[in-house]
């Protein structure tokens, strides 16, 4: 609104210089000198271009109220910039939350009716607690949408969006896709200890005694050992051992946690500690500082999900002050004998249009221009999610060495392609953590551990039975 009066003012301003330069009112313009007729034709010009002006600065009124938790803010700034340059007297209001905090928050403000115009809604649970305060998305886009969001987004993307809530309308517009577990390298240590990539149990061994023995002071393997990601561990083996496993669970298709492929997933991530492949010390190691050993060059390799594939991006590292030169990455070796390497994979942050919106159009103009238009470039290259939008393609100059772009096609063709989907229920990975811990420290029976799984499951007291 403050430039919208500066510019009224500069008009009232130019307007009355202008306007005493010539007079028209008894006799007919037409007698005037020609300096005046000119004087007059650039009071028309000047007058012209600043209603112009002060149009589009009216409609600066219109503010989009926009809530999120990710990505980061100078990246929320960027994607917020070129959208606002696009739609000229727009303005994108944006709260950014931490994650924990935004999971709590979001459904109080929607419930309370706040005026929110955008919201980013995190998948599993939280779509089908939210839904009844959102606006379906696919009407949105047949009615404000350069085309159908279905031929926007990739397939996949959509079905899976729908299965997030019970009457199986889409709600969200999925950035893209993420999934759990893989590997990262620094091929520089690589190098220098002489290892290749590993890509079973038995490499992964070798990998460790040799890092182990010629470079003591570093870490072979980081990875936090908290209960959720030891859960993500346990899912990924056992989708290497039977692809589809998590789905047959999760939506009660036949799948039990105490059947043949869980119980031998169970076992061999439990045994990789026993067998000192991995570190007991990882038990006590928080997420921040696993990946800050990896990221100052302490660490060989290092576990996560694929939200931590920016460290592949030359741009990403330039931005974050990540000092690694060369970078790669795989699939989690497989561990059993005779499986294939899989991940679980599923859309992440998904953006949504409350009913509770007066600017729906603008809204979903927002949400296009992030998920499928310009804006997409401006967040890509973190790596976070394989884009959901059609034909979409990375920058060449997001991988710095070929061991990067490899690394990262064999990630993206491997969430583009999962075993099962990383639909969590998140109260149940606790539990699982907590009881591969108990199997790690203490000695017990691995069939009465996934027999005591199942009967959680069952309870009723998690968010599978909602």
Known sequence: ??????????????????????????????????????????????????????????????????????????????????????????????????????????????????????????????????????????????????????????????????????????????????????????????????????????????????TTAKRPDLVPVSFTGAGWFLDEISTTIAEQVSPGFFNSVRYNEGGRWDDTTYLTAFGALVDLYKDGIFSKDTLDLDYGRSVELFQQGQAVMFLQGSWESGVLSAPFREANGVKLENVSASALPTIEPNTEHSVRAFIEVGLAVPNASDHKELATKFVEYVVAGNGVDAWSDTLFVVPSKV??????????????????????????????????VSDFSNVVGDTIVASIIGETDYSEQVKYLQREWESGRYSNAE
């Not at 969200?172 to 290749?196: K, Q, R, T, W």
């Not at 772009?405 to 392609?417: A, P, V």
Request: proline letters at 4%; a negative charge; one cysteine or more.
């Open 391 to 424: 034909g979409f393609e990375l920058a060449d100059d997001i991988f710095s060495t070929d061991e990067a772009r490899r690394g990262y096609n064999e990630i993206s063709h491997l969430l583009l392609n999962p075993g099962s989907h990383r639909n969590n």
């Open 1 to 210: 609104m403050s430039q919208l009066r500066s510019n009224q003012r500069t008009f009232i301003s130019l307007t009355g210089r202008l306007g005493r330069g010539f007079r028209c009112n008894s006799a007919p313009c037409s007698a005037h000198s020609e300096e005046e007729k000119m004087k007059l034709r650039n009071f028309a010009i000047a007058s012209a271009l600043i209603v112009a002006s002060i149009s589009g600065a009216s409609a600066q009124e219109t503010t989009l109220k926009f809530w999120t938790w990710h990505p980061s803010e100078p990246v929320l700034n960027k994607i917020i910039d070129g959208f606002e340059q696009e739609n000229l007297g727009v303005e994108v209001e944006l709260q950014l939350f931490e994650s924990g905090a935004y999971q709590d928050r979001l459904p109080l403000a929607l419930a309370s009716g706040d005026e929110l115009d955008i919201v980013a809604v995190q998948t599993s649970t939280m779509v089908e607690l939210v839904k009844d305060q959102l606006a379906p998305i696919e009407p949105l886009f047949d009615e404000y949408g350069s085309m159908p969001i279905t031929d926007l987004l990739s397939e996949s993307a959509i079905g899976q969006g729908k299965t997030l809530a019970s009457d199986r309308e889409l709600y969200i517009a999925p950035m893209g896709v993420l999934g759990s577990v893989v590997a990262y390298y620094n091929m520089d240590l690589m190098n220098e200890l002489g290892l290749a990539i590993p890509r079973d149990r038995a490499d992964l061994q070798n990998l460790v005694e040799v």
